[in-house]
């Protein structure tokens, strides 16, 4: 039987490193991403045939990095290793693509078997997700898709900018860019700047 092939996508490089410790002898390390941009060009040019990602990765976070390799890769499997005991963050990792959802807390044999799993065409969530539902693809949760345009106000916004400062660099009137933001906010059900910036955080949206 040919050895599952895996890749690795996570910015802290102690934890990365940890993780081909731990997974070499079970597994054929093909790579490992430091942020998103690099694990979709990865993925691409390795095709590997499972991957392990984190949500929050500089450049691109990891849902992000995900859609666009399943538009590219779907035959690729996904399992997201995080330390976001979180359903919403659960279901946008399902409706992403993913196979899996695995806490980093997880004791390393749970991890080994769900890579094995998802590989032969299993869903998988780590049961320390003791409290959220059995099913996350069905779970109820708040549309958090945004344009590509609105996630370029959102990043300026939490880099402090003012809306005329964003209105200037991405050469839009400061009215187009205040309404970007209004519906980010009703996108996301959150009525306040610090709120706003506070949940794209939470899901990902940002990094």
Known sequence: ????????????????????????????LV?????????VEMTLRLDPDVILVDISMPVLNGFDA?????????????????MHDDATL??????????????????????????????NGSTYVSPLLTDLPAQPVTLQTQKTTITPRQREVLELISRGLTMKEIAS?????????ESHKYEMMQT???ETTAELIRYSLRLGLIS
Do not use: W
């Open 66 to 82: 995900v859609r666009r390799i399943k538009k590219s890769s779907s035959e690729t499997r996904i399992i997201f290793l995080t």
């Open 31 to 39: 790579g490992a991403a430091g942020n998103g941009e690099e694990l």
């Open 169 to 177: 660099q991405l050469n839009i009137s400061t009215r187009t860019a």
């Open 90 to 119: 659960l279901s946008e990792a399902f409706r992403c693509g993913a196979s899996g959802y695995v806490l980093k807390q997880a004791a390393g044999e749970e991890l080994i078997n769900a890579i094995r799993e998802v590989a």
């Open 188 to 190: 996301l059900g959150v």
């Open 1 to 28: 039987m040919k050895p599952i092939r895996l890749l690795i996508g996570d910015d802290h490089v102690m934890f990365a490193q940890g993780l081909e410790s731990l997974l070499r002898d079970e597994f054929e």
